[in-house]
């Protein structure tokens, strides 16, 4: 049975760090491309990093760039989001998903709230 199973979140105050973690079974996740989307009340789901197969081009959405950090491990089928110099628009549910062609499959999220 396939699972994407995301865990990390939490409240956090600006400025703080938090590392997101996406535990996936049941496909081969070594082959699957790896994405991170937040989604915040009222607004589309938006698109936060990428990283391939290999684990070596990681991507961000310019609103990221340069403080989150996209990985993966692919013996632990696990990925990873650290998230740091939180600012409260970052605050959202985190999705993790994994894409392989027709083959799309999502978490169902952890909240991080980020709030002084």
């Known amino acids: 049975q396939v699972s994407l199973v995301e865990s990390g979140g939490g409240l956090v105050q600006p400025g703080r760090s938090l590392r997101l973690s996406c535990a996936a079974s049941?496909?081969?996740?070594?082959?699957?491309?790896v994405n991170w989307y937040r989604q915040a009340p009222g607004k589309p789901r938006q698109w936060v990093a990428a990283i391939d197969p290999a684990g070596s081009v990681p991507t961000y959405a310019i609103s990221v760039e340069g403080r989150f950090t996209i990985s993966r491990d692919n013996d632990k089928n696990a990925a990873y989001l650290q998230m740091n110099n939180l600012i409260p628009e970052d605050a959202a549910v985190y999705l993790c998903?994994?894409?392989?062609?027709?083959?799309?499959?999502w978490g169902r999220g952890t909240q991080v709230t980020v709030s002084s």
């Open positions: 998903n994994a894409n392989l062609g027709l083959q799309d499959f």
């Open positions: 049941g496909f081969s996740f070594r082959n699957f491309l």
